[in-house]
């Protein structure tokens, strides 16, 4: 994001009444993130403990032995004492060190083989060490919740999964899954994405200019996006709207005066297409 510009929509997200922050190391904003929260503490507006700030551990950072001291640099970055969630950012690992996205001479991804079930006892000893309030996973599918949650030994389960979850990508299985185990889902790209092309399958057409969620929009005098997120809510998907823009991080709020009949929660849910806009091929 431009220099500043994270600073501001946080502050201004504050001010509208969002708590829910999700971060991440490889945004590489979280400093503007924590100064925003810091900032709109210090005002008086809100407290910490009124902030749910979630982080993540990435891919180079798998090993074990990484993974409370690239939490503790997120937490140095931030300048808070605590995030509220950390989670395991995707299910693979990349060779530790310093490239984000490590490359052989071929231009090919250099994959790491870590067990996961190692990785999620060191995110159980961030939690122990009260260096995360919760803990949870992004991009899991069944299997990969299943390993966690059958390994010998657990004392923390996930409390969340962060997937791509929309109308057009609804989800049903995994919900359902998640459901069964408690496990909340946490809906990515809950607006159909920026259709940014360097890593969004953009074949697949966009969300918010789908005529049904406009035809309901009109209806409540709320837009497609209005109506994309309150779809989310009302099936207990937790949504992570991204803006930059302060009347569209006002608008994305305003979706808790009006609710969605069953009759149009069913029509939603038959747009989905079962295909994702993030297809992370790497
Ligand atoms: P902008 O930052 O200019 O508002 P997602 O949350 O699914 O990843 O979608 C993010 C994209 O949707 C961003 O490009 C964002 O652009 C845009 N966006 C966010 N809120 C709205 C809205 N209410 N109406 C239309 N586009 C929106």
């Known amino acids: 994001t431009p220099k500043g510009s994270c600073l501001e929509s946080v502050k ?9 922050i999700d971060g991440a190391f490889v945004y590489y904003n979280e400093h503007e993130v924590g100064q925003a929260i ?12 009124d902030i749910f700030y ?9 090993p074990p032995e990484l993974v409370r ?6 937490l140095k970055i931030l300048q808070l004492d605590y995030v509220d969630l950390y989670i395991i950012e995707l299910p693979m690992a990349f060779k530790p060190g310093d ?5 052989d001479e071929n231009g090919k991804f250099i994959y790491h083989e870590t067990d996961l079930c190692a990785t999620w006892e060191a995110m159980e000893a961030c939690k122990d060490a009260g260096l995360a309030k919760s803990i949870g996973v992004s991009n899991f599918n069944r299997r990969q919740l299943e390993m966690i949650l059958n390994k010998p030994g657990l004392k923390h389960k996930p409390v969340s999964n962060q997937v791509e979850c929309h109308p057009y990508f609804t989800q049903p299985k995994l919900l359902e899954f998640c459901r069964q185990h408690d496990i909340v889902i946490v809906g990515y790209s809950p607006l159909g994405t920026s259709r940014d092309e360097t890593w969004v399958n ?19 005098n709320k837009t497609a996006a209005q109506v994309a997120l309150r779809f989310s809510i009302q099936r207990g998907v937790v949504v992570i709207p991204k803006s930059f823009n302060p009347q569209r991080i006002r608008e994305n709020f305003q979706i808790f005066d009006f609710s969605l009949t069953e009759e149009e929660m069913k029509e939603i849910e038959a747009l989905n297409k079962n295909v994702r806009y993030v297809e992370l091929l790497m």
């Open 12 to 20: 201004i997200a504050i001010d509208t009444g969002y708590r829910h």
């Open 38 to 49: 810091r900032e709109k503490i210090a005002e008086g507006r809100i407290k910490r403990e």
């Open 54 to 62: 979630c982080g993540k551990l990435w891919n180079t950072c798998h």
């Open 69 to 74: 001291p690239t939490l503790e640099k997120t």
């Open 99 to 103: 490239a984000i996205y490590p490359k």
């Open 202 to 220: 953009v074949s697949s057409p966009p969300l918010l200019k789908d005529p049904v969620l406009n035809a309901i929009g009109r209806k409540y």
